[in-house]
């Protein structure tokens, strides 16, 4: 399940399970989008990206959804791996604004045996 | 073959020291970045240089100074070291508007 506490919000999916993330973005004029991985005692890790004439881009196992209605952006993983346990950042990008992300809080996904 | 490379990893130092992290990437890109990652895994953009030129440069105490002496090259140096300092540092790299690439961060610890 998903909870939201002093902590990361953590996400524990069952191996083969899919995963869904989750994420608010704040500025309804960002036009590019970004969802990052980070394993521990690493820097984020490039998964896929997402502009905003897109409401949907896959990639290997993962899919980006995005509701520019509602400002939300949802990272899909079918069939979770145990390396696919990291905390899971998406990003967004204001084309004008030199390439400045914008970082969300981040969800921490646990994947159990 | 490491993109980006940050130097050193960690950093253990006392309060109202100064040091450096350096950041190289071998990506050719234009632009480079620092960003600072709290305890809490928030992390927030400090600097941006494009082309060895600031242009972002958000909230941040005059006690860090970004210096990029070419445009594979950004380093940051931090005067009189605060507790409120010890975080990870991160550096990455883009090219226009194309996703950043990071490095695996400055884990810094004041005493």
């Known amino acids: 399940g998903e909870s939201v506490g002093l902590h990361l919000p953590t996400l524990s999916v069952q191996e083969g399970d899919n995963s869904i993330i989750n994420c608010a973005y704040s500025?309804?004029?960002?036009?590019?989008f970004i969802w990052y991985k980070q394993e521990s005692g690493k820097g984020p890790q490039f998964i896929i990206d997402i502009r905003s004439n897109m409401d949907k881009r896959q990639g290997q196992r993962v899919t980006v959804l995005l509701n520019k209605t509602v400002k939300h952006l949802s990272l899909q993983i079918a069939a979770t791996q145990p390396g696919d346990s990291a905390v899971y950042f998406c990003?967004?990008?204001?084309?004008?604004?030199?390439?400045?992300?914008?970082f969300g809080t981040g969800t921490r996904l646990q994947v159990t045996l | 073959d490491t993109a980006v490379s940050q130097t050193p990893k960690y950093l253990v130092t006392q309060m109202g020291n100064d040091k450096s992290i350096k950041c190289e990437q071998n990506l050719g890109h234009d632009t480079m970045y620092w960003y600072k990652q709290d305890s809490k895994k928030f992390l927030k953009i400090m600097f941006s240089y494009n082309n060895k030129e600031l242009i972002i440069n958000e909230t941040v105490p005059n006690r860090f100074s970004p210096k990029s002496p070419d445009k594979a090259h950004l380093n940051l140096h931090i005067n009189s070291l605060e507790l409120g300092d010890s975080a990870v540092y991160f550096c990455?790299?883009?090219?226009?508007?194309?996703?950043?690439?990071f490095g695996d961060g400055t884990r810094l610890s004041i005493l």
């Open positions: 990003a967004e990008n204001t084309s004008g604004t030199a390439s400045k992300l914008t």
């Open positions: 990455a790299s883009s090219q226009g508007v194309r996703p950043q690439h």
């Open positions: 500025n309804s004029a960002s036009d590019y």
